[in-house]
């Protein structure tokens, strides 16, 4: 997690004094990560495959769609002011958008990486929730997302079920659609509901990730982290199964063959080709 300014019990994170720049990797690449289930692993998932692209050398936004839960906060210490519910809910014409995003990104720390990963959380009492899933605000989330692109090589979008405002508008920007499931009878069922609302607000998936165990529809099953606790990420650094996995999940959402690992340069991400099919 990023470390704070200063200690206190208003404590403020490490807001990013500008953006990065983007690296030489083509198009940028804007990822929705929609949760199947309320408790898929979704957040977990979008904050491990940022940390993955940032050890390939990317700069990554992660923008929180997750409004209710506002789970993405917990992986970044302090206080966040403006969060993204603030930057949506705000009345009148307001700054450009370009100049809201700046405001609300807060640096997030993927461990010792070439690349940046920089984090937009929901956070928010009830009322202001309330006007960050309005119709207009979903238009302004849109309006974000487009900067984001334009300044990160990747966005990455942390979606609930669709079931909002806000969760439509980050799939209808979203270049690719994946939906994140757990390994069970639950998660299965999901699958296929999400797979219908995806389809009734004209968009699709391209991919489907299992959590936590393999599931039959899945394309890429992504095992357990050891660990679950959001102290211990990112856990993809250290390779082994998890890693794998969630570098797999990396070069699907991006379409895009990351850079090889030699004998000089055990970095996490290799030459992994296509994903596996199931």
């Known amino acids: 997690p990023a470390t704070a300014l200063f200690k206190s019990e208003h404590a403020a994170t490490t807001r990013m004094s500008e953006t990065p720049a983007p690296s030489e990797t083509g198009p940028s690449t804007v990822a929705a990560f929609v949760g199947a289930t309320g408790g898929a692993g979704t957040t977990r998932t979008v904050v491990e495959v940022a940390s993955a692209l940032a050890a390939d050398g990317r700069t990554v936004a992660v923008l929180d769609a997750a409004f209710a839960t506002q789970g993405l906060a917990d992986y970044v210490d302090g206080r966040f002011d403006p969060a993204i519910t603030g930057l949506l809910a705000d009345t009148g014409d ?20 070439p690349g940046e990963v920089a984090v937009c959380p929901a956070y928010a009492p009830f009322t202001r929730l309330a006007r960050a899933k309005s119709t207009t605000a979903a238009e302004r ?10 300044r990160f090589d990747c966005v990455l979008l942390d979606v609930p079920p669709i079931a909002t405002n806000q969760a439509v508008a980050a799939v209808s920007a979203a270049d690719t659609v994946t939906i994140v499931a757990p390994a ?8 296929q509901r999400c797979h219908e609302r995806l389809a009734d607000v004209g968009s699709e998936a391209s991919l489907v990730v299992s959590t936590r165990g393999e599931l039959e529809t ?25 890693g794998a996995a969630i570098e797999r999940v990396a070069a699907a959402v991006t379409g895009r063959e990351l850079r090889e690992v030699t004998d000089d340069d055990r970095g996490v991400l290799g030459a992994i080709g296509e994903y596996v099919g199931r």
Do not use: K, N, Q, W
Not at 141 to 150: D, H, R, W, Y
């Open 184 to 191: 069970t009878p639950r998660g299965a069922e999901g699958t």
């Open 94 to 113: 307001g700054p450009p958008a370009h100049s809201r995003l700046s405001a609300g990104l807060y640096g997030f720390d993927a461990g010792d990486t």
């Open 218 to 242: 899945a394309d890429i099953a992504v095992p357990s982290a050891g660990a679950d606790g959001v102290g211990s990420a990112p856990a993809c650094l250290g390779g082994e199964a998890f």
């Open 141 to 150: 989330f849109e309006s974000l997302i487009g900067t984001a692109a334009g």
